[in-house]
């Protein structure tokens, strides 16, 4: 009679109610989803909804995967970065010819720059030039991309992303929403 003692490698528990049953860290469970080829999104929302985790990196990459800033294909997330990258600074340079911004011009980006960018990014800037958009109270979406920001330790060329996939999937950025506020 032989058995076999090969250990087999541990599975991870894919139901979220359960999955900390048999790995008490939710960082472990978290920490093996993200060196997966492919992420489930699904399940990660699911554990991310049952299970606080702490504030550091791989939170703001959960964020990022989550509202589908980075594809849920982790071969893909180096080409989407610099993809990324590169729209971010055609994005600027529009803020600064559309809506004459100093603060894209210096050394960072403000939050109303941001605003103005994810306005640009939803095809709204015709619908909303300088004057118009002079008339909008925008405050709330630079509140948001405010607590983003700070979120991505002040480094608002990473926070941009996930502010404008956030506003998009409230639909914060809808045309009916903005002339309501």
């Not at 909303?128 to 608002?156: C, K, M, P, T, W």
Request: hydrophobic letters at 45%; one cysteine or more.
């Amino acid at each position: 009679m032989t058995t076999e003692t090969a250990k087999q490698p541990q599975a991870i528990e894919r139901d979220p109610r359960t999955a900390f049953s048999k790995i008490s860290n939710s960082a472990e469970v978290v920490d093996a989803m993200l060196r997966e080829d492919v992420v489930d999104l699904d399940t990660l929302a699911k554990i991310c909804l049952y299970h606080r985790l702490a504030h550091d990196a791989k939170r703001l990459q959960l964020w990022r995967l989550l509202l589908g800033v980075l594809p849920s294909v982790r071969e893909s997330w180096a080409f989407v970065l610099e993809q990324q990258a590169a729209q971010l600074q055609d994005l600027v340079q529009a803020e600064r010819l559309l809506y004459h911004s100093e603060a894209t011009q210096t050394a960072g980006l403000t939050t109303r720059a941001l605003v103005h960018m994810a306005l640009i990014k939803c095809g709204l800037a015709r619908r909303f030039d300088e004057h118009r958009l002079s008339r909008l109270n925008l405050d709330y979406l630079e509140a948001i991309a405010d607590a983003i920001v700070r979120a991505h330790g002040n480094d608002a060329t990473e926070a941009f992303w996930v502010f404008a996939a956030f506003a998009k999937s409230q639909n914060l950025l809808s045309i009916n929403y903005l002339e309501q506020v």
